[in-house]
């Protein structure tokens, strides 16, 4: 996992990016290099990690504290 803001699939095909201004985290196809989608999630999305099965992204919110459980085939 890497430093907080963001992590990669295990696959090592998508990076999700927490963006702490906008209230969304970004995935990024890594062979590309293209956005893929934006994900609504909570208020101030400050730690992203990817399950270890690539399934679920789960993104913890700093204001107020909660987590955001994203599945990753449909992305909601």
Do not use: R
């Not at 999630?41 to 990817?50: D, E, K, M, T």
């Amino acid at each position: 996992m890497a430093p907080g803001y963001m992590s990669i699939s295990p696959d090592g095909q998508f990076l999700y990016v927490g963006n702490i201004n906008s209230q969304s985290m970004s995935v990024i196809n890594t062979n590309t290099n293209p956005l893929v989608q934006n994900v609504t999630v909570g208020n101030l999305p400050f730690q992203v990690i990817a399950s270890p099965d690539g399934k679920y992204v789960y993104v913890l919110n700093n204001g107020p504290e909660t987590v955001s459980v994203i599945d990753t085939t449909t992305l909601l």
